[in-house]
T-cell receptor
Framework: DVKVTQSSRYLVKRTGEKVFLECVQD?????MFWYRQDPGLGLRLIYF???????EKGDIPEGYSVSREKKERFSLILESASTNQTSMYLC?????????????FGQGTRLTVV | KNEVEQSPQNLTAQEGEFITINCSYS?????LHWLQQHPGGGIVSLFM???GKKKHGRLIATINIQEKHSSLHITASHPRDSAVYIC????????FGTGTSLTVIP
């Protein structure tokens, strides 16, 4: 049973296009994250959110924005896609309780910007 | 800085061999994940553990919180196990290792 869903597995967009990557979780998790994965660099944090309408920059936010209007959905936005944003994008969500943590990952979206 | 270190980076094994991939971390964590990524890029979560040991089929994951170390074992390896295995730890965010690329030869 899929708990974190990314809207597309593969996406091809043109340079300059506005691109939306959607991530939806059905576990009422408070925390959601967007990472990108590049050869030799591993997974790097772009943005994260601890609550609705709340966002925090990660390590590499340049060229990206995010939206969290509802708890279950965290969108990554490329305002004007560029070829250096060709990458694998991974969404994750988590919930911290006093004694435990629950965390799940999406399958990833491979974005190619041409 | 690398909060999560994996070893080895690359691993080639003969079908049937017992395989171990190691993960060491330096941050305080609430849980550790093992992820599998096949060619083509899809990522699958194999395990989430915060103590002890978990087993799923031929896969076994262990964690030693005091030593900040985890291992992923694959028994009776098969060519379909060929993939990149990524260790991730969860604190106030996720920290990822760079992955171990495993190739199992028939």
């Amino acid at each position: 049973d899929v708990k974190v869903t990314q809207s597309s597995r593969y996406l091809v967009k043109r340079t300059g296009e506005k691109v939306f990557l959607e991530c939806v979780q059905d576990m009422d998790h408070e925390n959601m994250f967007w990472y990108r994965q590049d050869p030799g660099l591993g997974l790097r944090l772009i943005y994260f959110s601890y609550d609705v309408k709340m966002k925090e920059k990660g390590d590499i936010p340049e060229g990206y924005s995010v939206s969290r209007e509802k708890k279950e959905r965290f969108s990554l936005i490329l305002e004007s896609a560029s070829t250096n944003q060709t990458s694998m994008y991974l969404c994750a969500s988590s919930l911290w309780n006093r004694d435990s943590i629950e965390a799940f990952f999406g399958q990833g979206t491979r974005l190619t910007v041409v | 800085k690398n909060e999560v270190e994996q070893s080895p980076q690359n691993l080639t094994a003969q079908e049937g061999e017992f395989i171990t991939i190691n993960c060491s971390y330096s941050v305080g964590i609430s849980a550790l994940h093992w992820l599998q990524q096949h060619p083509g890029g899809g990522i699958v979560s194999l395990f989430m553990l915060s103590s002890g040991k978990k087993k799923h089929g031929r896969l076994i994951a262990t964690i030693n919180i005091q030593e900040k170390h985890s291992s992923l074992h694959i028994t009776a390896s098969h060519p379909r196990d060929s993939a990149v295995y990524i260790c991730a730890v969860t604190g106030n965010q996720f920290y990822f290792g760079t992955g171990t690329s495993l190739t199992v030869i028939p």
